[in-house]
């Protein structure tokens, strides 16, 4: 049975029982403090609790995510009826095989698999931007654009559509900078990062299929970390494992691959 969280201290006080009872455990609860305060806020959080296995469900747009604390993988409950059920985690190369087999004889699929990729300040090597007066790159606090891109190309499997409580949230700590076509006056791609403390994440990247090759991508992650880079001590991606350009193109410009792994897995 899943019970509902009111408020913080809920939270806080059933994660500390857990750890006091198992000196040793495994989580995926990787939220920031302010983005729990914001789901609980929101009534998006509820819990099941047994005595080695303490899951989160967080409902989304067509999904729930399942987040736990076990002393043991084998231990996670997944008997829930919400349909299709994530679990994302965040895990070292070496211990990557240790974490799948509990998921996959409990009915999961792995989908997908991101490297994290990350940089200092004094490491970035800015790529230099196109010269073409044909395209210029700007600012926009407007993130209209994004939002129709966003429901035009969203993955049913791996994605969903935001809820509009959580495009105030990601709006309100989002920069975005587009590309500008004069000749057709499209908007032929965009990149949005946030800032947390000191470090700068690369959230989203598009360019159009028609626009691409003509580096439009460097010149659009050129003004970002123009903009950034005596502001942040890290910068971090996310970069799918079979997306040679992406990672090639980081490579090129001083991220290095960092030792995390996140794996998305999925259960219909």
Request: with cysteine; glycine share 2%.
């Amino acid at each position: 049975m899943l019970n509902c969280i009111s408020n913080m201290d809920q939270l806080h006080d059933l994660i500390s029982a857990f750890k006091a009872k198992h000196t040793k455990y495994h989580t995926n609860l990787l939220i920031p403090h302010d983005r729990l305060e914001d789901l609980v806020d929101n009534d998006r959080i509820r819990y099941f609790e047994s005595n080695n296995c303490l899951s989160f469900i967080i409902k989304q747009y067509h999904s729930s995510m399942l987040y736990f604390y076990v002393n043991d993988l084998n231990n996670i409950e997944t008997s829930f009826d919400e349909k299709p059920l994530f679990i994302e985690l965040f895990v070292k190369p070496e211990k990557q095989e240790g974490w799948s087999r509990p998921f996959e004889n409990k009915g999961f699929i792995k989908y997908s698999t991101y490297i994290c990729m990350s940089a200092t300040p004094q490491s970035i090597l800015v790529p230099e931007s196109i010269e073409d007066e044909r395209f210029k790159i700007i600012p926009d606090t407007d993130m209209k654009y994004f939002k129709e891109i966003l429901f035009a190309n969203f993955d049913l499997v791996t994605d969903r559509l935001p809820e509009e409580w959580e495009y105030d949230d990601f709006f309100s700590r989002m920069y975005m900078f587009k590309a500008v076509d004069t000749e057709s006056n499209k908007i032929p791609g965009f990149i949005t990062y946030s800032i947390d403390n000191i470090t700068s994440i690369g959230e989203y990247m598009h360019i159009d299929n028609d626009y691409r090759g003509l580096g439009l991508a460097k010149s659009l992650y050129s003004c970002y970390l123009k903009n950034t880079v005596d502001h942040v001590k890290r910068y971090i991606n996310w970069v799918d494992q079979n997306n040679s350009v992406a990672i090639s193109m980081y490579l090129s410009m001083g991220y290095k691959h960092d030792a995390l792994r996140r794996e998305l897995y999925i259960r219909n």
